[in-house]
Nanobody, 123 residues
Framework: VQLQASGGGLVQAGGSLRLSCAAS????????VGWFRQAPGKEREFVAA????????VYADFVKSRFTISRDNAKNTIYLQMNSLEPEDTAVYYC?????????????????WGQGTLVTVSS
């Protein structure tokens, strides 16, 4: 599985971005697809996850309804719509895939990772 994350960029506080994660090599099947982020000097942290087969979603508490994860079956792509962005959201965002719908917040549980896309939010 190859994952290609894109959509990052520079945005002012209060703005929006939509990240994409395109998969190639195989379909997601019943996998869980997660978004993580890593700010400079900090550990990688869970943002959101979606179950490919059912569309069930889970979010980190700090998202506070600002972010929405979704999927496009036809394009084999996962999206992360980010609204009301804050400078604290500045990080490299990664998408990742794991086989089963548990331990979604654990980076060690994911099997495949994309290369990351940088999001910078200016104040």
């Amino acid at each position: 599985v190859q994952l290609q994350a894109s959509g990052g960029g520079l945005v002012q506080a209060g703005g929006s971005l939509r990240l994409s994660c395109a998969a190639s090599g195989r379909t997601f099947g019943s996998s869980a697809v997660g978004w993580f982020r890593q700010a400079p000097g900090k550990e990688r942290e869970f943002v959101a996850a979606i179950r490919w087969s059912s569309g069930r979603t889970v979010y980190a508490d700090f998202v506070k309804s600002r972010f929405t994860i979704s999927r496009d079956n036809a394009k084999n792509t996962i999206y992360l719509q980010m609204n009301s962005l804050e400078p604290e959201d500045t990080a490299v965002y990664y998408c990742a895939v794991k086989m089963y719908w548990y331990d979604l917040e654990k980076t060690s549980e994911y099997d495949y990772w994309g290369q990351g896309t940088l999001v910078t939010v200016s104040s």
